[in-house]
T-cell receptor
Framework: DGGITQSPKYLFRKEGQNVTLSCEQN?????MYWYRQDPGQGLRLIYY???????QKGDIAEGYSVSREKKESFPLTVTSAQKNPTAFYLC????????????FGPGTRLTVT | GESVGLHLPTLSVQEGDNSIINCAYS??????FIWYKQESGKGPQFIID?????DKRQGQRVTVLLNKTVKHLSLQIAATQPGDSAVYFC????????????FGTGTSLTVIP
């Protein structure tokens, strides 16, 4: 059963702590993405990766970091430098970058207090 | 940045009626468009896509229309069902923006039984 998994579904952290969100895909896709969703706003791109060991900043990369050591995995770390980390985080993948359908995971809701 | 917007933030329709959700975009070079459906607390689900060399594309109970002259995209849902209640997003991408997707803020569709 192919798809994208994100874990955990809900995550709670204290301010000042780093936290890592997991994203795994078994679709054999080259490209993976991290988006942030806030109420009343469209999805905003945090980071994306076109291929293993390569990733690029999106529009709102400050306070976040990623790695792409394996094709199927693209974890996102929300660092203490991110001023407003509470949000719904969505991971996506596509066969290639650009005009290809993006498949989304179920999301992780992060709450930082 | 790109501007992808929706004309109406909310839409209520009677079960069995047809629904039309609209989206405006600003980049005349946009060449690939997707409509997504997102239920509360879940990741976006692909509905249908269209490339800029087409004006219309049909799926199961859904039709997407693209008017490049006025940079307008619409999603038509035939015989709307209660299970269609969700938020619907449009997304667009183009080569000249680095193939990054830009998402609209969404229209909330409510189907009245």
């Amino acid at each position: 059963d192919g798809g994208i998994t994100q874990s955990p579904k809900y995550l709670f952290r204290k301010e000042g702590q780093n936290v890592t969100l997991s994203c795994e895909q078994n679709l054999n896709h080259d490209a993976m993405y991290w988006y942030r969703q806030d109420p009343g706003q469209g999805l905003r791109l945090i980071y994306y990766s076109q291929i293993v060991n390569d990733f690029q900043k999106g529009d709102i990369a400050e306070g976040y970091s990623v790695s792409r050591e394996k094709k199927e995995s693209f974890p996102l770390t929300v660092t203490s430098a991110q001023k407003n980390p509470t949000a719904f985080y969505l991971c996506a993948s596509s066969a290639r970058i650009g005009g290809y359908e993006q498949y989304f995971g179920p999301g992780t809701r992060l709450t930082v207090t | 940045g790109e501007s992808v917007g929706l004309h109406l933030p909310t839409l209520s329709v009677q079960e069995g009626d047809n629904s039309i959700i609209n989206c405006a975009y600003s980049n005349s070079a946009s060449d690939y468009f997707i409509w997504y459906k997102q239920e509360s607390g879940k990741g976006p689900q692909f509905i249908i896509d269209i490339r800029s060399n087409m004006d219309k594309r049909q799926g199961q109970r859904v039709t997407v229309l693209l008017n490049k002259t006025v940079k307008h995209l619409s999603l038509q849902i035939a015989a709307t069902q209660p299970g269609d209640s969700a938020v619907y997003f449009c997304a667009e991408t183009s080569y000249d923006t680095g193939n990054q997707f830009y998402f609209g803020t969404g229209t909330s569709l409510t189907v009245i039984p």
